[in-house]
């Protein structure tokens, strides 16, 4: 394409895709399907910020939810862009994206932006069966467990050569490696921060600990949204209402609701 | 049933278990994917011959039609006046031999939300009774009535949303029905099934991952244990065989004078083989079954703790040679394996492509691979935080030396003829990747053609000497199987939508036929009214338009499509 006609064209739908949505008077989100606690079966975090995202501009909320690919350029293409070949998608605007300098790189058809929270690694312990903690090294021998094909999983199958390898045990999702940890059939499990949250409600016998892996984002990434490049008119939108969420507080009762403490970037 | 002994050479609507046997020396009938269950492709008709060739012409074509067109990678099956043919999207034709004219079609519902990974082909269907049987992409098995469409069973065979998907063609093996189950990288466990063919009813499931628990079926579909696959952690450690991969997504063949069914297996998971040290059986094997039992009579692996995305769900094509019943495998990995049908020992391997890089060779006494260990790329967990890795060129790429395309046996010429791509691929740990929403250690990798000039190769290969005896090149990948006749031909299709015929001896180019589209499925012929027919499906697609890298300047001026053509000698 020639940047020239590209910019020439891009002057009408700015308006043309917001317009289109007013008047359809509903807003497609794409959110993650079995991903709790940001959206499972239609509940949780993300598709409470959908129904708030949507009832702001004015709209009412069409609710997508899709099953993850082999990694984010997948999603993007599928759920924002272009549509999946099935026939299912693009949606107006997908959550629960990383904001991501090199995924923006890689991913020039969409605007990703509006960083709503900050997700972390952490480990969570059985204080019990763990009284005593001093990071990695404490966790040689212990029963772990994890959601497969997570980076959870891969630093610690890979951890000194695998040494802790054993001792991990692996599951579909960190919701039911969490439930495994409740029912004591684990001494700790790694996941995300708010995954471990949601499901131990601050509950003191299940202390979380930050982990220094050699390839684990010390300071965790930044989860957004993303539009089609040149819907900037809704983009625009779409940060104004999460502003507005963020100043009433309505984001960190979402969240809240939850069990999760929200992480301003 | 009652039938079916009698019934051996006759055409009724009904197909038998001897019919089924007989498959490949019937020429009135193609009832199985392979051209027979052995899969070797061949049909001794030579009314269409090297000196005849010339001469061939459409006798009618077909559109599969509807707004979606994809890959159409699927053989078309031929009985009593009808081609039943599949089509992307989980649709099934039934057309009339005599005049292309539909009698009716199949569309399957598909749900939102199912996750092909390599486009939403089929590769075909099976004839049973009076049943015409295929897979979905949502993990179902159809019987349809040949007659009038209508189902007349239809059963779940796994979960969509965990990842499971079906498109390969069933197999019919001792009158029961073989299946396996596609699925990408999220924690599918490869399986063969058998069912009743005439009502869906499960008899046995198999898993293909050492550590998981076998069952048989009981009349009121209650399961009975029928021992673990292998033993527990013996390949595996930890908890990795929980999610070990191995899918079985081409299905199987099968060998009535073994008795055995050979299944092809995929690679293992995760990626990283840095993670699961050991063999990780039966990934990236080829396994062979009591189609009965579903027990496990012996296994070959073809690569051994895959690190490369070698998965060896190609096709184990039974043949004899100095007496003894043997089988070929083209395999991902570059490497053609010659193994003993009845025992799975390993006779020959031989590279089949330019350049390997993963191993130097495969040990004929230990069945090993002689390992390259500098070719292995390294452990994403390893490094600094937000570096990359260095980089790693492998050969051949995680596409293979072969994939899904079949090749045939000539009985006539003892050669296998295999549809070959020559490419590579650098692979790298990247600083961080993103997966469902959250960071991840991935690879990235760019695919690249080894040769400025082609990509595909045609190779007749000779199993005794490992020799390549000729090749016909061709600019873009290859990914249409191949067919050969009594005629002492080769019929294969190309991307750039030509179906080819060469001379089966010395691969000269006899005849080719601009389709429309480009051709990523497998040719078959059958004769009728002292006429043989030859027919192919085109319709571009399959995982190479998907996966592109610099092999997309070669193939992304292709346009999709969706037919299927019939040709015959001119005047016939």
């Known amino acids: 394409m020639t940047m020239l006609v590209g910019l020439l064209a891009l002057a009408l739908p700015v308006r043309a895709e917001w317009q289109r949505i007013s008047e359809a008077g509903s807003l497609k989100v794409a959110v993650y399907e079995g991903f709790a606690p940001f959206s499972d079966h239609g509940k949780g975090i993300d598709v409470a910020l959908a129904r708030a995202l949507a009832t702001r501009l004015g709209l009412k909320l069409n609710l997508l939810p899709f099953p993850a690919g082999e990694n984010l350029n997948d999603d993007l293409r599928n759920m924002v862009w272009k549509g999946h070949y099935l026939g299912y998608g693009p949606a107006d605007v997908m959550l629960h994206v990383p904001v991501d300098r090199a995924l923006m790189a890689a991913n020039d058809k969409v605007e990703i932006f509006a960083p709503y929270h900050v997700e972390t690694v952490r480990l969570v312990r059985d204080a019990q069966a763990m009284p005593d903690f001093d990071g990695i090294a404490s966790l040689a021998g212990r029963r772990i467990g994890v959601e497969q094909i997570s980076i959870a999983a891969m630093v610690l199958l890979g951890e000194g050569g695998g040494r802790l390898r054993d001792g991990v045990r692996i599951f579909p999702t960190a919701a039911q490696a969490l439930e495994e940890l409740k029912a004591g059939g684990l001494d700790a499990v790694l996941a995300n921060r708010s995954e471990i949250e949601a499901a131990v409600r601050g509950d003191p016998r299940y202390p979380l600990e930050p982990l220094a892996f050699e390839r684990l984002p010390r300071n965790g990434w930044a989860i957004g949204m993303a539009v089609r490049k040149d819907d900037t008119e809704l983009a625009r939108r779409l940060q104004a209402a999460l502003n507005e969420l963020v100043a009433s507080g309505e984001l960190r009762d979402i969240f809240a609701a939850h069990g999760v403490t929200v992480a301003r970037p | ?572």
């Open chain 2, 1 to 572: 049933m009652l039938l079916g002994a009698t019934a051996l050479g006759a055409h009724g609507a009904s197909v038998t278990n001897a019919m089924v046997d007989n498959d490949a020396k019937d020429t009135a009938d193609v009832l199985s994917f392979g051209m027979g269950t052995q899969g070797q492709r061949y049909s001794p008709l030579n009314q269409i011959n090297t000196a005849t060739v010339a001469r061939l012409v459409p006798a009618w074509s077909f559109s599969f039609g509807g707004e979606k067109q994809r890959g159409q990678e699927s053989q078309p099956l031929i009985h009593n006046g009808k081609m039943f043919v599949t089509a992307s999207y989980s649709r099934l034709f039934a057309i009339d031999l005599k005049t292309g004219n539909k009698l009716w079609k199949y569309e399957h519902r598909l749900p939102e939300g199912i996750m092909p990974c390599c486009d939403v082909v089929n590769r075909g269907a099976a004839l049973y009774d009076n049943l015409v049987i295929f897979g979905t992409l949502d993990a179902q098995l159809v019987a349809l009535d040949q007659e009038t469409g209508k189902v007349v069973w239809k059963e779940k065979v796994d979960d969509y949303a965990a990842g499971y998907s079906m498109t390969a063609a069933p197999l019919i093996a001792k009158g029961v029905l073989l299946t396996g189950v596609s699925g990408g990288e999220f924690g599918v466990v490869g399986r063969v099934e058998a069912r009743n063919p005439k009502t869906g009813d499960l008899l046995w499931s198999r898993p293909m991952v050492e550590g998981h628990m076998g069952h048989r079926y009981d009349k009121d579909g209650n399961a009975i244990e029928t021992g673990v696959t292998g033993t527990v952690n013996k390949t595996w450690p930890g908890d990795l065989w929980k999610t070990g991969g191995a899918s079985t997504w081409m299905g199987g063949t099968y060998d009535a004078s073994t008795g055995l069914a050979y299944f092809g297996t995929g690679n293992p998971a995760p990626w990283n083989s840095h993670l699961r040290p050991g063999d990780n059986l039966y990934s990236s094997s080829t396994v062979a079954l009591d189609p009965e039992t579903g027990a496990i009579k012996w296994h070959y692996q073809n690569t051994p703790n895959d690190a490369w995305d070698f998965d060896g769900a190609n096709e184990f094509v039974t043949f004899d040679m100095d007496g003894r019943r043997l089988g070929g495998k083209a395999d991902r990995n570059g490497f053609f394996y010659v193994v003993d049908a009845k025992n799975g020992k390993l006779e020959n391997a031989f590279p089949f492509v330019k350049k390997i890089t993963w191993a130097s060779g495969i040990d004929l006494k230990t069945g090993r691979p002689k390992f390259i260990e500098a070719g292995r790329p390294g452990d994403p967990t390893k490094g600094a935080e937000g570096k990359k890795g260095t980089s790693v060129f492998a050969a051949p790429a995680f596409l293979g030396a072969k994939n899904q395309m079949p090749m045939a046996y000539s009985p006539q010429t003892k050669l296998f003829y295999v549809p070959a791509n020559e490419w590579g691929m650098e692979i790298w740990n990247e600083p961080i990747t993103y997966k469902k929403g959250g960071a991840f250690l991935g690879a990235g990798f760019t695919i690249k053609p080894l040769f400025d000039d082609y990509i595909g190769a045609l190779r007749a290969v000779d199993p005794k000497t490992g020799k390549i005896v000729w090749e016909a090149k061709n600019t873009a990948p290859l990914w249409g199987g191949a067919m050969t006749t009594g005629g002492n031909l080769v019929f294969y299709g190309t991307p750039e939508g030509y179906l080819k015929a060469l001379d089966a001896r010395t691969g000269k180019e006899l005849w080719k036929f601009q389709t429309g589209s480009g051709v990523v499925a497998p040719p078959v012929t059958w004769q009728e009214g002292g006429t043989q027919y030859v027919a192919v499906v085109s319709g571009w697609g399959g995982a190479v338009p998907l996966w592109g890298g610099e092999v997309a300047k070669k193939v992304n001026f292709l346009e999709q499509g969706g037919s299927v053509w019939v040709f015959k000698l001119a005047g016939k």
